[in-house]
């Protein structure tokens, strides 16, 4: 069974750093794409970039690019969204996705979310 | 980049149709997909490539994409339908989402 589960809720304060992690399970990992998504309160989802875990290979969306970084650990089947300096509007769920393939380019599998609030 | 847009809520009556649209420029050139999100779960993709479901999905749920609009729609609705569903485009450089719409199941 394809899983994947991501790490728990998170309450920081403005400026702290972060690392947020999903593991896969159930399947080849480093063999598909992952992505995150960020849901802010009451808001649409977001693409925020993707990473190929057999290479690192690692793709941005604009709106995210120098604000986030993921990365992959692929002996542990893990991937990362980290931030160095949180702000008050990264405060969102969080989550991280499976992509079917580069031809479907759908999410065939979701993590459970990891909610990131950053309040002083 | 592109943009798709979706309306905020639909009520179905229990055992009729719903009808969910995602609205975007000739969105019919490229593929849409479609997921079901309720609350406190993860979203779980329902139809994908405009008309195809994944392995597991009821047959009550179907899809389209003609001109500047795609549809997903749930036949003989179901109170376990209640949900927020989303879409989602590759524009050929980004993954674009619509903002979801809440259906209810009256």
């Known amino acids: 069974e394809v899983q994947l589960v991501q790490s728990g809720g998170e309450v920081k304060k403005p400026g702290e750093s972060l690392n947020i992690s999903c593991e896969g399970s159930?399947?080849?990992?480093?063999?598909?794409?992952i992505a995150w998504v960020r849901q802010r309160p009451g808001k649409g989802r977001e693409w925020m970039g993707i990473?190929?875990?057999?290479?690192?290979?690692?793709r941005y969306s604009p709106s995210f690019q120098g604000h986030v970084t993921i990365s992959v650990d692929k002996s542990i089947s893990t991937a990362y969204l980290q931030w160095s300096r949180l702000e008050a509007s990264d405060t969102a769920m969080y989550y991280c996705?499976?992509?079917?393939?580069?031809?479907?380019?759908?999410?065939?599998?979701w993590g459970q979310g990891t909610m990131v609030t950053v309040s002083s | 980049s592109y943009e798709v847009t979706q309306s905020l809520s639909v009520s179905v009556a229990l055992g009729q149709t719903a009808t969910i649209t995602c609205g975007g420029n000739n969105i019919v050139s490229v593929d849409v997909h479609w997921y079901q999100q309720k609350p406190g779960q993860a979203p779980v993709l329902v139809i994908y490539?405009?008309?195809n479901r994944p392995s597991g999905i009821p047959e009550r749920f179907s899809g389209s994409n003609s001109g500047n609009t795609a549809t997903l729609t749930i036949s003989r609705a179901q109170a376990g339908d209640e949900a927020d569903y989303f879409c989602q485009v590759w524009d050929s450089t980004t993954y674009v989402f619509g903002t979801g719409t809440q259906v209810t199941v009256l």
């Open positions: 490539r405009d008309n």
């Open positions: 996705a499976r992509l079917w393939n580069t031809a479907i380019r759908a999410f065939d599998f």
């Open positions: 990473i190929y875990p057999a290479d690192s290979d690692t």
């Open positions: 159930g399947y080849r990992f480093s063999s598909y794409w």
